[in-house]
């Protein structure tokens, strides 16, 4: 009787322990649970696109025709166009005192029509036989003197008006009413400014990936932040051996007259195109001493579960970057909440956007930056 009460003791106690030790496994599980971080985030999904490799260098706005016209006779000015005023090719800008100019044209005249009349004379005694050739060809080189002098004289008279060279406005003037001008002093300053270009030098490492043709972004940083799509219209041949660089430049239709000579502009210059490209938020990188990461959510007994992997970045553009090794077609990208984020997290995926929606969004928002 004592011996089976030993027994169902024995057996009673064994499996207090068992429960016991069920219980405290269980416990254990909960606590490692708990203990793993559940972090908000939001992923992109990726979508190979077509990407645009920019690099950024800076330009100088000039006008098409700007010029400082100058005076090419001696004379007082006794009449000159205000600044600021558009004229026409043509119009008068300024004009000198004539009186010198005309007489002097005057005298040449007359020279003239008394070297031609002689030499007409002349010339009929010449064909009956009755002068010499001599005779006949010193007439004739009289009158041609002086009808080059009538001729000197004539064009002096005429500068006494400085026309202008073509449509434009008077930006500055260099002398004043009344003042004496001495050939080639600068009178005013002409400005087209309805066309205009933009001058740049481009690295030489570019020259064979930019030429005529290539697709520009000019961008008015300092005056608002407006973009203008355009190409490049000419593209030097030649290096400069100081910079480095070669010349290009861009023609820009200026009706409303944003550009104004002088200023600085971004240009943003296409490279190249790159399609199927793999390209994701450039925020989304992780950089530490063992390289490039990003957080990619991975699937984990049914939890999406944050997983760090390393990734070989290629050219960037504004809030953009490709991905040239590490990544693939359909990964989920975390671009968001990163900075709390580490490798096993569970993640409460908030959102999640194709990668190239959210590359035409940033696009749109960002203005492309340096490639690198």
Known sequence: ?????????????????????????????DGNEDRTRLVAAETISIVPDRFNDFFR?????????????????????????????????????ATLDDRMSRSQYEAARTSFELADDTYQRLQMLYEDEIISTQDYRSARAQRDQAQSQMEQAEKQLGDTRIDAPFDGRVEERFTRTGEALSPGMPVVRLVNNQAVKVVAGIPERYSQDVQEGSPVRINLRNYGGSNYESSISYASSVIDPDTRTYTVEITLENPDGNFKPDMVVDLFVQ????????????????????????????????????????????????AIVQIMEG??????????????????????????????????????????????
């Not at 096993?344 to 194709?354: C, F, Q, S």
């Open 1 to 29: 009787m004592v011996s089976k009460k030993i027994i169902v003791t024995f057996l009673a106690l064994s499996l207090a322990v068992t429960l016991a030790g069920c219980e405290e496994s269980q416990e254990n599980q």
């Open 57 to 93: 260098i800076t330009g100088v706005v000039e006008a098409d025709e700007d010029v400082v016209v100058s005076s090419e006779i001696s004379g007082r000015t006794l009449s000159l166009v205000e600044r600021g005023q558009y004229v026409h090719r043509g119009d008068p800008i």
């Open 271 to 318: 490279r190249r195109t790159i399609e199927n490209a793999i390209i994701i938020p450039r925020t989304a990188i992780i950089r530490d001493e063992e390289g490039t990461n990003v957080f990619i959510a991975s699937e984990q007994n049914g939890n999406k579960v944050a997983e760090l992997v390393p990734v070989r970045t290629g050219p960037a553009s504004g």
């Open 327 to 372: 990544l693939q077609e359909g990964d989920e990208i975390v671009i968001a909440g990163m900075s709390t984020l580490s490798s096993g997290d569970r993640l409460n995926i908030l959102t999640t956007t194709p990668s190239n929606d959210k590359a035409e969004e940033l696009q749109r928002r960002d203005r492309p930056v340096v490639s690198y």
